[in-house]
C-alpha cells in the first residue's frame, strides 16, 4: 500500500512539475507578445508623427499664392523672454487656481515655420509650440503625442504684443473633462 502512495506521489509531482513548465513556457510567450505590441505602437506613433508633419507641410504648399504667411518672427518678437503664469480658473486635480509657473520662451523660427521654445529655468526643454502671428496677435499650439501618458492640447493665445510686453490667455485641456486657465505674462529678457 505504500508502494501505491508513493507511486501516486510521484505522479502527482510529476504532473505538477510538467504543468509548471508549461505555465513558464505561457508566461515567456505572453511577455514576448507584449514586447512586439509595444514595440508596434512606438512604430505607429513614429508614423502618425511623419504623418501630421507631412500634412502640414502639405498645407502649407496649397496655401493660396496672396495670402501671406510670416515665416520669421518680427524684430519686436524674436528673441528671448520671460514668462509669468498663474492659474486662473481650474477643475483639473493637477493644476490649481493661484499655481504660479516661470519659464524662459524663446519665438524662433525653422524650415517650418514660426516656433516658440519653452524651458525651464535649468534650461530643460519644456515644450515647442507651433505658432501663428498675424500682426495683431500670436496663436501657438501644443498637442501631446499618441504615446504621451497624458493626453493634452494646450493653446495659448497673446492679444496684448508690445516690444516689451507680451500677455494673453494659457488654455489647457488635459482630459474631456479638464480645463485649466491660465494668465500669461512675458517679459523681454535683458540676456538676448
Known amino acids: 500500500m505504500s508502494i501505491c502512495k508513493t507511486s501516486l506521489m510521484i505522479v502527482l509531482l510529476s504532473g505538477a512539475l510538467l504543468s509548471g513548465c508549461d505555465n513558464n513556457q505561457k508566461q515567456e510567450q505572453l511577455e514576448q ?27 502649407s504648399l496649397m496655401t493660396r499664392k496672396d495670402t501671406v504667411i510670416i515665416r520669421q518672427w518680427p524684430a519686436s518678437i524674436a528673441g528671448v523672454w520671460n514668462s509669468r503664469s498663474v492659474c486662473r480658473e481650474s477643475n483639473c486635480s493637477d493644476y490649481v487656481i493661484g499655481d504660479q509657473r516661470a519659464n524662459i520662451w524663446e519665438f524662433a ?19 515647442v509650440y507651433n505658432a501663428q502671428y498675424d500682426s495683431t496677435s500670436i496663436q501657438l499650439s501644443f498637442t501631446s503625442d499618441s ?43 535683458t540676456n538676448r
Do not use: H, P
Open 147 to 189: 504615446s504621451s501618458a497624458k493626453q493634452s492640447t494646450i493653446s495659448i493665445e497673446l492679444t496684448s504684443v508690445t516690444a516689451d510686453l507680451l500677455k494673453g490667455i494659457q488654455t489647457i485641456k488635459a482630459s474631456q473633462s479638464c480645463i485649466a486657465k491660465f494668465s500669461v505674462e512675458l517679459t523681454r529678457s
Open 33 to 59: 507578445r507584449e514586447r512586439a505590441i509595444l514595440e508596434k505602437e512606438k512604430e505607429f506613433a513614429q508614423k502618425e508623427a511623419d504623418y501630421y508633419s507631412l500634412i502640414r507641410m502639405r498645407d
Open 109 to 127: 523660427n525653422d524650415s517650418t515655420g514660426l516656433l516658440t521654445r519653452v524651458v525651464d529655468k535649468n534650461n530643460n526643454l519644456v515644450r
